[in-house]
């Protein structure tokens, strides 16, 4: 936040009286004055109540000038012949006056007539927008954009959170498409982009400071090199915009993930001996599952469950309970899990669905306040369970799980959370953790991200969502955890964007999606931009050394390879390494001479594996390049299995000497390629066969993340 | 063509006095006399020689005039402070005469002063551009894009072949991002679009009249409700932009190509005995692959190889050959291509490298020249070969590929060839060719774009490329077989463009990329993102019946996977239909209560079979929905082999009775999900497991075709 002092006062006492006057709108004058109580520079204006005193202000302000009606009962100025622009002399003025009033009147008898806004007319310099709008996910989001008809048709806009620093406010300056247009093209002078972005910080520091200001639209601000003017400043007030989500500390999640995380003991809460139904498929999974705590079966019709003693209640279990997992209809769940909470359980596993996702909000809202009262974190519902492999802990209706790993996933649907489990499978992928968020009455993505950022076994969080509770708190989090962890995330329902009609104000241009998309990446998470990639990021960016630079070279034996590898690079903002002359050479010194060095180094087909042995070699020795990605072709000389043998040798005999670059690699050939693939895939380097793009995207996915977590220094 | 009368003669004098100049660009007044004879309006203004005849002009074409120097000798005028604006009076126009004659006198005392351009000064309107430009790859091309610095920065451009018709001409209007604005948005007047078009249509038929103009450029056009303006017209002359190459007629390149493609006989020059020689895999390939012609070895060593009499040169072979393998050095080809043309083959096949690719293109040109003399058509150099399926033709030294179908491909470069053969082989694709065109020395895309174009045993073309020998000929050729069978291009080599500098000249507009995605598109081409893209439309696209209109409806059992196939849909520019009420209650009798209708159908998680082939029943048999989009759980109630029989049950069921949808699925389960995607895609229904992206984007690109070939009507 900037130290500036601003004149807070001024602004209460206008929001006191539109309070008090029960309007959600400031007037333009009040719009005005709150702008320049945080130092934003409006133009030069004033109110007249007559003719006389509308062209003094006119003098005063400065020709041309523009007049408009205030009214708090005139909505819609220009409707109601209440604007008069390009206003040149006294004369004009006078005139303009009595024709404004008497055009207001015309439009409405009633109105009351304040009176009449005499604005110096600006022209000139860049037209752009500044706003911040209330999110219903993410609260207070500041906005910018090129103003003008461009912000409406090309949605050229760019988001973030409230408040905003120094930096992130620049970053939105410089962030958006046109960008370039601000710096001044052509000979045409260049905004001040320091002056644009200290209004962002203004206006971000208004709303964070007055909460209750739902939307502030400054649009257009005209912006020249040495000044920044709100030309129109759009205030609308709502107390329900102030209201923040309550939630848990850092500490209070931890320690009921823990506890549901890595429970001691397990009561599974409708456990059935008779197959095919969930409270046995969850009795079988976990006992199948390996799981090494104690497991208890709470069923009042049984003696025993799986060879287990079972309980009429939960209360009846002699030893602590840490997780109950619910496989009972949801009309019981509130009375079952009252007694859960009595017990003491620190997370409730609601498995069942028939609450907020077939309209029984009710239902759902008075679990979560029976949980509340106990203290205890619910999970789902409307859930297949979760996974979480270092305790070999399967707390689901679908099979088990045991590929150990370091990858952490969620998904917010069922059905993507069974692709995750196939999927996880069919790639003998190492999971930490599978976990179904389903309604996310409660427990949501932050808690969960705030558990694997401490788990040493989670390596990787990758999370499919539809929505986020609190977007602020998952945004925080996620900014914290991918600091030290990748976070891959799955946004799916991008099209409710669409639906908004086209409108330059900010609250309009706030479309679900950008706001969503800017934020993420602000928080340095990886957007995929679908499940296959999510789950092929999440498999891959785990094996992958972190680079430290952006040096990338690709080698390969086929030139066509090479050519649509460095198209995947553009396309994954990778930067292809522009080869000093003294690595050229020592490239060529392996390569024939009809080969090409420069980047890619195209080795031609036809070599022998020595020949991929020693640029690769060379490309993991030269501390000038930090990524490779490999093309192989097909040959006799050099077959599929010698190439991913050579790969895994030479990255091997380098990593046993500390270098730890990422390698990719894809592979062009007869079906012996797709053994190769997996071969070198099992040995860390993420190769795919038949496709140019997958191993390109994975290694962009590290680099996003790299970056944005700051291990990746230069160019 | 319009069937506007241009006046012809007047720019052909002009051009005729540029040529006997030397000069390769015309002045500002010629540019604007080659505009007015098109029809172009162009701001009124007159040439004057002396102050009094600027004071006279200025007043006659109306104030505030521009002014600017004319001299052959002045590029740059701005430079030479030859131009001053906004003059607005008499004692102005003749100061500014002075000042300009003096600056430029100053800037190079050498230089010849024709005189001062007097303009009217336009204000007001929107600003375009309207260009043509000579591409090396397409000929002649008109481009039309906002103005102004946004179409430097943001490069909102778009291209077609010129002559465009007006239709063309009316899409480049309403086809660039910001067209809306164009339509006057926020009150703001509109631009005269048909009046753009028109501009559009007399600049194309300009460079067609005079394919020595290498390069138009109104720029800017300035556009009101009534009139369209090029205030300023550059004009660049080059006598080597008119060449067009030389191409074969449809019937030769049919004569030829059905020849090489279904031959009698073949020779393999350079036929070797030893295991490992290209010469041997060859023959081995030929024999293996089943091939029922003649085999013809050449080799003057040998008496003998594969069991087949050798022969020393092919002018001994007794019979016809039409097809001539050459397995020899790139040294000996040119000769041996004499003797094969005296032979009279209608195509060499040249394996070997070492031609153009590493440099040695006078060998190459030779190459080319003696099958010219004999009329051989030339497929390669640095080829791996071809394959046909239809004569169990395999001329490559790779292996034999046997599975038929109707997909042919092909590829410029050998590594993407057996990437190609790799993932035929892997995923059974049926395929009819697969060819290697290399260096393109002769044969090219057109020419197997019409050999497939009346090859029965293909239904769809898929060609990798890097760029084109002659884009027009391809791209006319595409048009006509798009038309009747879909054609996938997979474009490689995208990043040239990002090497042009910013310039708001429509030469340096003409990024590469840009123009082949353009004209592709116009072309009825489907471009492919990436190589697996490429592949997996050549797979799934011919399986899909084609859609009759644009209703598509996704029902699926998990909401999840629905908002992702939804936004799948967003990506490929399908349309969600928006379902009748009737309609609606029909998919509601066949669904829970909490499950919804609309789009997508949920059906919801845990639903017997029963309820998965009612709705798709409903959604075959109610004619307002023309495609399918199917999301499936794998849950216990339905398992996915029971999924996937049920609904290749349920369409085969229609389609017996004539109803012939596309529908595509996306499986979300464990490893189940495998073999039940593999079920349905040997059935016709392209599904994939753990991807809601990728069975949409086969959809995306079935109607990308269909719609370009006119198959697809209404909303």
């Known amino acids: 936040m900037t130290q500036q002092r601003y004149d807070r006062d001024a602004v209460r006492a206008i929001l006191d009286r539109v309070r008090e ?17 945080y130092g934003i520079d409006t133009p030069k204006e004033g109110l007249a109540e007559t ?174 090199e040495d000044s920044a003017v709100a030309v129109d400043v759009r205030v609308i007030v709502d107390p329900a915009a102030a209201v923040r989500p309550t939630a848990f500390t850092q500490e209070e999640i931890l320690a ?110 008075e679990v979560v306040e029976v ?59 190492g999971v930490s953790a599978i976990v179904g968020v389903g309604n996310k009455a409660d427990i949501d993505e932050d808690d969960l991200l705030t558990f694997f950022e401490h788990d040493d076994d989670t390596r990787l ?30 946004k799916a329902g991008r099209t409710d964007q669409g639906a908004k009609a086209a409108s330059s104000h900010t609250g309009a241009l706030a479309g679900n999606d950008k706001v969503y998309d ?16 999510m789950l092929e990021y999440a498999r891959g960016v785990p094996l992958l050394p972190t680079p430290t630079g952006e040096n990338v070279v690709i080698i390969t034996g086929a030139g066509g390879s090479g050519v649509l590898l460095s198209d995947a690079c553009v396309d994954n903002d990778l930067t292809l390494m522009s ?13 024939p001479p009809f080969g090409a060095a420069g980047n890619p180094v195209d080795i031609t087909g036809g070599e022998p594996p020595s020949t991929y042995r020693n640029t690769i070699a060379l490309g993991l020795s030269d501390p000038r390049i930090h990524a490779l990605i490999l093309g192989y072709w097909h040959t006799i000389v050099t077959p599929p299995m010698v190439f991913a043998e050579l790969v895994v040798d030479v990255v091997q005999e380098f990593r046993a000497k500390g270098v730890h670059k990422p390698v990719v690699a894809s592979l062009s050939g007869d079906v012996e390629v797709e053994e190769a693939s997996e071969h070198l895939y099992r040995h860390g380097i993420v190769a795919y066969p038949y496709t140019t793009e997958k191993p390109v995207a994975v290694l962009g996915a590290k680099y996003r993340w790299a970056r944005a977590a700051g291990h990746v220094t230069g160019g």
Chains 1, 2 share one sequence.
Not at 130 to 158: H, N, Q, R, W, Y
Not at 291 to 304: F, H, L, S, T
Not at 404 to 421: E, F, K, N, T, Y
Not at 519 to 529: E, F, N, Y
């Open 21 to 37: 006057e029960g309007r959600s709108a400031l007037t333009a004058p009040e719009g005005r004055t709150v702008a320049e109580a």
């Open 51 to 224: 003719a006389d005193a509308a062209v003094a202000l006119a003098t005063e302000v400065g020709y041309p000038v523009v007049m408009k009606i205030v009214s708090p009962d005139i909505l819609h100025k220009t409707e109601a012949g209440g604007v008069l622009v390009g206003i040149g002399d006294d004369a004009g003025a006078a005139a303009a006056f009595a024709s404004i009033v008497d055009n207001a009147r015309a439009y409405d008898a009633d109105a009351r007539v304040t009176g009449v806004q005499v604005q110096r007319m600006l022209s000139g310099g860049h037209e752009v927008i500044v706003g911040a709008v209330t999110d219903p996910a993410f609260g207070k989001v500041v906005a910018f954009g090129l103003g003008g008809v461009l912000v409406e048709v090309l949605k050229d806009v760019t988001f973030r959170l409230a408040p905003t620093d120094a930096e992130t406010a620049r970053s939105m300056v410089d962030g958006i498409a046109a960008a370039e247009i601000l710096r001044g093209v052509r000979g045409a002078a260049p905004a001040n982009r320091d002056l644009l972005a200290s209004v962002i910080q203004r206006v971000s520091d208004l709303v964070n400071d007055f909460p209750e200001l739902s939307e502030v639209d400054l649009n257009p601000v005209l912006a020249t």
């Open 256 to 365: 009921s993930m823990n506890r549901i995380m890595r429970p001691a003991s397990i009561a599974v809460i409708g456990a059935s001996a008779e197959a095919g139904k969930i409270g046995n498929s969850v009795m079988r999974n976990l006992v199948d599952g390996g799981y090494r705590g104690e497991i208890y079966p709470i069923n009042p019709k049984a003696a025993e469950i799986l060879e287990r003693k079972a309980f009429a209640s939960i209360c009846d279990v002699p030893g602590d309970v840490d997780v109950a997992v619910f496989a009972i209809p949801a009309k019981f769940v509130a009375k079952a899990l009252d007694e859960a909470g009595r017990k003491g359980v620190a997370g409730a596993i609601l498995i069942p669905s028939g609450f907020g996702e077939t309209g029984n909000h009710e239902l759902q809202e």
């Open 371 to 429: 949980a509340r009262r106990h203290g205890v974190r619910v999970l789902g519902p409307n859930i297949y369970g979760y996974y979480y492999t270092p305790q070999r802990l399967s707390a689901t209706f679908c099979t088990p799980y045991d590929v150990r790993g370091g990858v952490a996933l969620s998904s917010q649907s069922g059905g993507i959370g069974m692709a995750i489990l196939g999927f996880s499978r069919s790639t003998e992928m």
């Open 461 to 490: 969080i990758a999370m499919h969502l539809e929505d986020l509770k609190d977007g602020r708190a998952f945004a925080e989090t996620a900014k914290r955890v991918s600091a030290r962890k990748p976070v891959i995330v799955l």
């Open 518 to 533: 800017d934020i993420l990446r602000q928080s340095g998470v990886i957007r995929a931009p679908g499940l296959g990639d």
């Open 579 to 591: 080869i000093p002359p003294d690595l050229d050479e020592a490239f060529r010194a392996y390569i």
